[in-house]
């Protein structure tokens, strides 16, 4: 069983920074991708950011330029880190982890980030 705990959601102003950070533990074999997601009130759960095992990115439009996606692979662990934030990039965010060469999914349990002046 893999576990995915998030952290760093939190309230920002516009144009403000956000780090957040996905750890995962227990028995993880075969990674092939690590993401964040967000899903926000009445909305589908959208793709963030994905980072593959061999490192290539891959941004929304909407985030291009502003977020950056990175992995500590000796921690298991997956960051966002959230630049020039805008007001609808509220939303839950959610980590991803794909593993056993594509077999599993596991999802975290979501961390609320909110946008305001």
């Known amino acids: 069983q893999v576990q995915l705990v998030e952290s760093g959601g939190g309230l920002v102003q516009p144009g403000g920074s956000l780090r957040l950070s996905c750890a995962a533990s227990?028995?993880?074999?075969?990674?092939?991708?690590m993401g964040w997601y967000r899903q926000a009130p009445g909305k589908q759960r959208e793709l963030v950011a994905i980072?593959?095992?061999?490192?290539?990115?891959t941004y929304a439009n909407s985030v291009k330029g502003r977020f950056t996606i990175s992995r500590d692979s000796a921690k298991n662990t997956v960051y966002l880190e959230m630049n020039s934030l805008k007001p609808e990039d509220t939303s839950v965010y959610y980590c991803?982890?794909?593993?056993?060469?594509?077999?599993?999914?596991?999802w975290g349990q979501g961390t609320q980030v909110t946008v305001s002046s």
């Open positions: 227990g028995s993880i074999f075969g990674i092939v991708s």
């Open positions: 991803n982890i794909r593993y056993g060469s594509g077999s599993f999914n596991t």
């Open positions: 980072i593959i095992s061999g490192g290539s990115t």
